[in-house]
């Protein structure tokens, strides 16, 4: 082996080295964010709010066209953001998502949870259309540097749906 090559590959290993260590929290969090199973918040879903607005009474994730989705999401420990992102999805029978829209949303860093209320037909409004359609799945994710919780509800046209 020459010097040169030597020299070259001992540079490389201290600037990646050093890079490592510049960059550690950086390379942490994009590791951490990948984990799975390790939501920072779990969402419940209802038919509504109790009085404190903290939590879902009547839980269920199965909805009628007439009836209200709530759900209440927990953070495990608190936001630690200003700011979250609420994006809604459609998931097909494949399990495809179709984006329906997001929306940011601002929070206090030391808040243990958001809500949200909405009629069942708001959700049916912004599916694509679909004359046949007896029932859609959405799917609720929010997200600050990554999906921090999701969870999926039901909509169904009538009670006989399935």
Not at 48 to 74: C, I, K, Y
Not at 82 to 97: I, M, Q, R, S
Request: overall charge positive; aromatic content about 10%; glycine content about 6%.
């Amino acid at each position: 082996m020459k010097k040169t090559d030597i020299a070259v590959a001992f540079t490389v290993i201290v600037l990646l080295s050093t890079g490592g260590f510049i960059f550690r929290q950086e390379l942490w969090n994009f590791i951490d964010s990948m984990r799975v199973g390790r939501p920072e918040a779990v969402i419940r879903f209802g038919k509504t709010l109790d009085p404190s607005g903290r939590a879902v009474m009547d839980p269920t994730t199965s909805f009628q066209l007439n009836e209200n989705v709530v759900w209440v999401v927990h953070f495990n420990n608190r936001v630690h953001a200003k700011e979250l992102v609420v994006a809604l999805f459609e998931v097909t029978g494949g399990g495809t998502e179709i984006p329906l829209g997001k929306n940011k949303m601002t929070v206090e860093p030391t808040d243990e949870g958001v809500y949200n209320l909405a009629p069942a037909q708001v959700f049916w409004a912004l599916s694509p259309k679909d004359p046949d359609a007896t029932r859609h799945t959405y799917r609720v994710k929010y997200l600050k540097d990554r999906v921090v919780a999701q969870g999926d509800f039901i909509i169904n046209l009538s009670a006989k749906s399935p």
